[in-house]
């Protein structure tokens, strides 16, 4: 089992930052990444980042994703926030083989 500290959701404005971070109580990770599901929709990808530092965004000119392999925390930036943004961000991580979740966090865009 696996688990995490989350941080950083949140009310922001149209057109602001957020940053999310997330820790995961075990090493051996393979890589880490946040899922969004918005109200009434499927989880969908945003972000990932393995070990070696290859990065898979959805949307890179606004996401930009980091993981610190040596403290077992990734942290997420979102720029320019949309009202589409909104929805519950789900961070994860691939553990020898296994997926693990945590809880969630809400991120809420609007004015």
């Known amino acids: 089992q696996v688990q995490f500290e989350e941080s950083g959701g949140g009310l922001v404005r149209p057109g602001e930052f957020l940053v999310l971070s997330c820790r995961a109580d075990?090493?051996?990770?393979?890589?880490m990444g946040w899922y969004r599901q918005a109200p009434g929709k499927q989880r969908e990808l945003v972000a990932r980042?393995?070990?070696?530092?290859y990065r898979n965004t959805v949307d890179p000119l606004r996401t930009h994703i980091s993981l610190d392999t040596a403290k077992n925390m990734a942290f997420l930036r979102l720029d320019s926030l949309k009202p589409s943004d909104t929805g519950v961000y789900f961070c994860?991580?691939?553990?020898?083989?296994?997926?693990?979740w945590g809880r969630g966090i809400q991120v809420t865009v609007s004015s």
């Open positions: 075990r090493s051996e990770i393979t890589n």
């Open positions: 980042v393995n070990a070696a530092g």
């Open positions: 994860y991580a691939e553990v020898l083989g296994k997926t693990y």
